[in-house]
């Protein structure tokens, strides 16, 4: 490779369908998976469906959730790096490659992160000839720190936990200010990671609603999408979904431990990817029907149900869900994937939805990720038996009550918006102008916009650097 070329891979409506990318190079890309997981060709196996054009999902049944209202959920392990957040960094660094402000032969890319994000920029920088610098919080997981260094980053542990989010952007200046071609991909500022969400996951759902609908499951809408939020890139789904049906409810998911839009509360938490103690700027925060609080404890002992033998036994055997449903589920769950399943639960409670109401939720990675958590989680409350589980069964999922939840009123997204001002003009630099216009919708949609600007510079650079 020239060094003055750029390695690419899919554009925005190649990822959303991705029949749409050269037969051979889609063949390829799906042998790579297995044999050479490494190999750039890997970017084009970046989408929510396999490659028989299948969106992975699976519908929980209500043995599990407790409610009539089928719940979707979209499972991500399937992708590059086993968590879709993947794609969010191959967005952010390509529109950043194709536009000029980064080039792989000079820069070092700079990945602020509290886990997935990290992983995935890791991965992507790699398979497109950059350099990478993760900066994670010391306190996460081992296996996040051991996935980015096997694809070839180095990473920078930061003080604290998921929450600590201001000692990574104090690491991300530190950097900056020493070394000029450093280049900061900040996940909760870069309109890249919106993107992928906006236009890739917010219709790979609507696809899906469609779909289901065909199926007798739900009427053919998602009437609620629900996602924690980190660094607030996979809720921008929403956006799409309201734009498809305008009484659609979008529910963004804070931990208990750390309510920052719900009670300007501050705090440590252990789901690990969402509770980043700030609003991002890439939040539509002005669009949110509710926020809601989930207990950071209760994920993690009903991850443990679908981590320990006996918990699945007992999914199967005393609340009668089919084998193939569990055996799907027990690698594609992780603490936020719990997290926002318990989100997705209590929204169908509070608005008292009904068979006819689809709500869909993301599990954002799978059970590999949390060895180390659930090891932690046996020593302290032993394992999961038979009986144990029916109980955390019906007080996690069947028992979750319809508290601490705050509805999107005027007022309330006045607050959610307020508050970016604290991080981003009195830190990081933006203008009270640049927060005002994000006020109005006509912002949003003009970043929106820019996805087919986006598709068509990479078509051109295809056009022109081919072979």
Not at 203 to 230: C, F, H, P, W
Not at 283 to 312: P, R, T, W, Y
Not at 357 to 363: G, K, M, S
Not at 382 to 406: C, M, N, P, Q
């Amino acid at each position: 490779m020239s060094e003055h070329n750029l390695i690419t891979g899919p554009t925005f409506e190649e990822m959303l369908h991705p029949h749409l990318i050269d037969a051979d190079i889609r063949a390829k890309a799906h042998e790579a998976r297995t044999t050479d997981p490494l190999a750039s060709i890997n970017l084009f196996n970046i989408s929510w469906r396999n490659i028989d054009n299948k969106i992975q999902y699976v519908v929980l049944p209500p043995e599990l959730t407790g409610v009539e209202a089928p719940i979707a959920v979209l499972t991500s392990i399937h992708f590059p790096t086993r968590s879709h957040k993947v794609g969010a960094t191959y967005s952010v660094l390509l529109e950043k490659e194709l536009f000029g402000e980064v080039a792989p032969w000079k820069h070092t890319m700079v990945w602020p992160s509290t886990g997935n994000y990290g992983i995935g920029g890791a991965y992507v920088a790699g398979r497109m000839g950059c350099n990478s610098i993760v900066i994670l919080p010391e306190e996460m997981s081992q296996e996040r720190f051991d996935m980015i260094e096997s694809y070839g980053a180095q990473v920078i542990k930061t003080p604290g936990c998921e929450s600590n989010v201001k000692e990574i952007y104090d690491k991300t200046h530190e950097l900056s200010a020493a070394d000029p071609d450093v280049r900061i991909l900040n996940q909760f500022e870069v309109m890249g990671n919106y993107r992928f969400h906006y236009y890739v996951t917010g219709n790979t759902i609507a696809d899906l609603a469609r779909e289901l609908g065909e199926q007798g499951i739900g009427s053919g809408k998602a009437s609620a999408y629900v996602s924690a939020m980190g660094s607030a890139g996979t809720i921008a789904a929403g956006d799409r979904l309201k734009q498809e049906w305008h009484d659609h409810k979008i529910v963004g998911l804070e931990p208990i431990q750390c309510p920052t839009l719900a009670l300007n509360g501050y705090g440590g938490h252990d789901i690990q990817g969402i509770g980043d103690k700030h609003v991002t700027w890439i939040h539509n925060v002005m669009n949110m029907d509710a926020i809601m609080c989930i207990d950071d404890i209760e994920s993690k002992l009903a991850l443990q149900v679908f981590a320990d033998e006996g918990g699945l036994k007992a999914l199967v055997d005393r609340f009668g869900i089919p084998q193939a449903t569990v055996d799907y589920l027990k690698t594609r769950l992780g603490i936020s994937s719990i997290c926002n399943i318990f989100g997705a639960i209590k929204t169908a409670k509070y608005y008292g939805f009904g068979k006819d109401d689809l709500v869909v939720t993301i599990a954002t990675d799978g059970l590999d990720r949390y060895g180390s958590v659930m090891d932690d989680m046996r020593r302290d409350y032993g394992v999961v038996d038979e009986i144990e589980a029916v109980a955390r069964v019906r007080s996690l999922f069947h028992g979750l009550r319809t508290d601490w939840i705050f509805p999107g009123t005027p007022d309330n997204r006045a607050r959610w918006h307020n508050l970016k001002y604290y991080t981003w003009v009195e830190q990081q630099g933006k203008t009270v102008q640049e927060l005002d216009a994000q006020r109005g919708q006509s912002w949003w949609e003009a970043e929106q916009a820019k996805v087919k600007d986006i598709d068509a510079k990479l078509l051109d650079y295809r056009a022109n650097h081919s072979g």
